[in-house]
């Protein structure tokens, strides 16, 4: 069976085509799905109120930088705008990069303890979007409400599961949960909500060091937060079609389109530098220059020895290789190449320097 989440862009689909896809499949995959519209069957609400800004903390996960700190910016005042013209009262809206000073934010776990301490005992769950989130307050209370009629559903998104095993993901196997809908993670950009309750025994899990964070280091954080709460034995994400990767009316929050933010940079201006070793030169290397490698002007490959199948085709400018013990690409030696390219030379280590020159607005590079 076709996964429920695939890895080719979701702007490839109409969202009725992707839904009808979701709803078909998940009623194998996915014994609970939630929706706003349609509550699933449960023993009722346990809380005796229905969900609304005061229940809720949202966190835009933002970064200092002028254009994201300022998207950050429009949407917590977007979130702020809603709730007052629908309840008279201001929502708690926090964005990462000023309200919380912890390494690793990105990832989402590093906030759950500071978080937790800076919401009332009122809030019973956390929005966590990204700044190009989409969010609709009166769609997401809803979509809470209807979670908090459902004891199992601990978090909610937007589903992502792979149909193979990945690299990225460290070709991970969950096989124990294929008859339980299998291991899904959400999709960051559509956002995540999450119990304060599990974010609790998250943090219990990590201070009493039986889990420990990798702040330094993250690939995929939704992924990975995903296996986090699959460790500590937690409930998966429960699937909710309120969280969007496609606009629609019914949509509780969907990614925006990224604007644009000044003129396009000219191709020819970029430089790509590639790290790999003399064991790839016949297989990855080959990969790239066969792919987008023919699209760029200035592409250099810094491996760990010359030889046989890294000659550069007339699409690439150099290929230059490095004599470090461990095999790590050197700053100066980019900028050193970088002023080469600008002045027509590619600089080398020793017989390894190589000229370009231009031919029919091409770089050609001599056969080593």
Known sequence: MVPVAVTVPFSTFSRSQ????????????????????????????QYNSFTDSRHVAFVIVSQPEAYHASVAARLQQDIVDQVQLTEK????????????????????????????????????????????????CSQLFSALDAADKNPHAAWIGYPLRDDEPTIIHHFALFEELDEHGGF????????????????SKIVNEIESGKKLLEGDFSIDPAFELARLVHAIKEPMLTPDLSFCVI??????????????????????????AVKTWSGFHSTRVKVVKKT??????????????????????????????MDDDENEIVTD?????????????????????????????KPVVPTL
Not at 25 to 31: C, G, I, N, V
Not at 184 to 199: D, H, I, K, Q
Not at 258 to 268: H, M
Not at 305 to 320: H, L, P, Q, S
Request: glycine share 6%; aromatic share 12%.
């Open 333 to 361: 030696e980019i900028m050193k190449s970088l002023k080469c390219i600008r002045v027509g030379k590619v600089a080398g280590k020793g017989k390894h320097a190589q000229e370009w020159r231009r031919s029919s607005g």
């Open 247 to 272: 606009s629609a009316d019914e949509c509780a929050t969907y990614p925006r389109h990224y604007d644009t933010c000044g003129s396009a940079i000219p191709e020819e201006s970029i430089f790509f």
């Open 184 to 199: 899904v993670y959400p999709y960051f950009a559509s956002g995540v909500a999450m119990r304060t309750e599990l974010m």
């Open 89 to 136: 009262r201001s929502p708690t809206v926090f964005m990462s990069h000023v309200d919380f000073s912890v390494p690793g934010a990105w990832t989402i776990a590093p906030l759950l303890a500071p978080l937790l301490k800076r919401v009332g005992d009122a809030v019973r769950w956390a929005l966590f979007v990204e700044a190009h989130t989409a969010v609709r």
């Open 292 to 321: 987008w490698g023919k699209l760029v002007t200035n592409l250099l490959f810094f491996s760990d020895v010359a030889g046989e199948g890294t000659v550069a085709d007339d699409n690439v400018t150099a290929i230059e290789y």
């Open 18 to 45: 992707f839904e009808f896809r979701f709803r078909r499949e998940s009623q194998f995959r996915f014994p609970q799905i939630l929706h706003s519209s349609v509550s699933p069957k449960a023993e009722g609400n």
